[in-house]
């Protein structure tokens, strides 16, 4: 699950989608079944927030989808 929130992170950024704000990583316990022994578990949250460029973005692929639309009708 970590590789996949850092691919969605990172593909956001390179889109220009997002900027980067904060990067945490800990550890957490679990229990692997009720009663089993505790396991620690990799935990990472990636905070991200709107780029300048956002709403600006947004408006081109939404522009771009109704062309698209017109054309295919």
Do not use: W
């Not at 593909?11 to 900027?19: E, M, Q, R, S, Y």
Request: proline content about 1%; glycine content about 6%.
């Amino acid at each position: 699950a970590i590789a996949t929130v850092v691919t969605i992170a990172e593909i956001l950024k390179n889109n220009g989608l997002a900027v980067e704000k904060k990067i945490m990583t800990s550890t957490v316990d679990m229990r692997e079944e009720s009663g089993g022994r505790p396991v620690q578990k990799a935990r990472i949250e990636i905070l991200l927030g709107k780029s300048e460029k956002f709403g600006e973005l947004m408006a081109a692929a939404a522009a771009k989808d109704v062309l698209d639309n017109e054309e295919q009708s």
